[in-house]
């Protein structure tokens, strides 16, 4: 298992892999913090190629049956020390067209419930094998976004015939929204 660094590249190596998020809930009272996985699935413009190539809490499986959703973990307690959210991919079924998949996490309702992702603890980002169970790579975000309702934790993309993944670890102002502007038509 490798642990990932900001910006660091691995090879996949495997067709069918489940991305599993996780993340501690905020125990100082108040509301509970709701955390929601996305996967958008780009074309070679940036773009999602249809709407339904974004897998979120309210479409869970891509138009090609590549990316599901495991649904919505609404506090962060689906589990005690694992994966609260889980996007599983089959990558020999992406659709030709899609050239990445980005995976982000935003925080519902955050403005309304003035959160962010610097009161988030223990959020992380892993890749493991679909059948085995075992983890291939894992970044945690260590970083303090004091200000970021939604983060873009890392993305799958093809390089000549093979799929790699990359860390990213970039935060962003404006939730789930943000994204569906940067990666709508």
Not at 90 to 103: C, N, P
Not at 127 to 138: K, L
């Amino acid at each position: 298992m490798i642990n990932l660094q900001k910006g660091q590249r691995i090879e996949v190596g495997l067709q069918h892999v489940c991305v599993g998020l996780g993340w501690d809930p905020n125990t100082n009272g108040g509301e509970d913090f709701d955390l929601d996985a996305s996967a958008f699935m780009l074309n070679s413009n940036g773009k999602l190629p249809q709407d339904e190539f974004f897998v979120f809490y309210n479409n869970m499986t891509s138009p090609d049956g590549a990316v599901q959703s495991s649904g919505d973990d609404m506090t962060g307690g689906n589990s005690k020390d694992g994966d609260d959210e889980i996007l599983t991919v089959q990558l020999d079924k992406v659709s030709a067209e899609v050239q990445e998949i980005i995976f982000t996490v935003t925080i519902y309702n955050a403005e309304e419930r003035r959160q962010n992702f610097g009161q988030v603890r223990n959020a992380y980002i892993r890749i493991y094998d679909a059948q085995t169970n075992e983890e291939i790579a894992r970044y945690d975000l260590d970083e303090d976004f004091s200000i970021e309702t939604a983060v873009e934790f890392g993305r799958l993309y093809r390089r000549n015939g093979l799929w790699k993944f990359e860390a990213s670890g970039i935060g962003h102002k404006g939730g789930l929204q943000f994204f569906v502007n940067k990666y709508a038509n």
